[in-house]
């Protein structure tokens, strides 16, 4: 083996030992980058519900039905998968901090959260949230405060924002569009 090759091999692996990082890094920043714009769009409908007006609704299972009531916005939420150039989105979560993740929520309002990396992100929004499901009788019930409605890459889902008046607060019901 000529001394050519055998620098053109050390050459290759000291570039690749320093490149590596750098390429971790874009594919966090990225990965990043739809997680926050996945949360801004939810954040935006939200804000945007803020000037209509809230419709009683009790999870008593009577006198509710979703598909009537006022105010609402339908979001899109996808998350890309791993690849080569974005890196793992472990969830975007809207209401909360799923596993157990306590953060803090204000007399105000409160979260829509991602995790990339490792590292939770929380943004504070001014609503009250909550999700909604319905049973096979087609009765709603609301969550506890802070169950949040949780979205793993590579999922695809629409969500409805729906603002009510829920036990005397404004509250932002965050309903799969799928079960309307």
Request: a negative charge; aromatic letters at 4%; charged letters at 25%.
């Amino acid at each position: 083996m000529s001394v050519r090759t055998v620098l053109a091999v050390v050459l290759a692996v000291a570039l690749c030992s320093v490149s590596l990082p750098a390429i971790d890094h874009a594919r966090t920043n990225r990965a990043e980058y739809h997680a926050e714009s996945a949360v801004t769009t939810v954040s935006r409908s939200m804000t945007d519900l803020a000037d209509e007006n809230a419709v009683p609704f009790e999870d008593d299972g009577e006198s509710n039905t979703l598909d009537s009531l006022g105010a609402r916005r339908v979001v899109s939420l996808s998350l890309p998968a791993e690849s080569a150039t974005t890196g793992t989105i472990e969830f975007v979560a809207v209401g909360g901090v799923p596993e157990n993740g306590r953060i803090p929520k204000d007399e105000s309002g409160d979260v829509l959260a991602y995790r990339v990396g490792g590292t939770t992100h929380v943004r504070h929004v001014p609503f009250d949230v909550r999700v909604a499901t319905t049973d096979a009788d087609h009765e709603w019930s609301v969550e506890p405060d802070g169950t949040p409605l949780v979205v793993r890459a590579p999922d695809r889902i629409d969500v409805a924002l729906l603002l009510v008046e829920y036990r005397g607060k404004r509250t932002v019901l965050v309903v799969p569009a799928a079960e309307l």
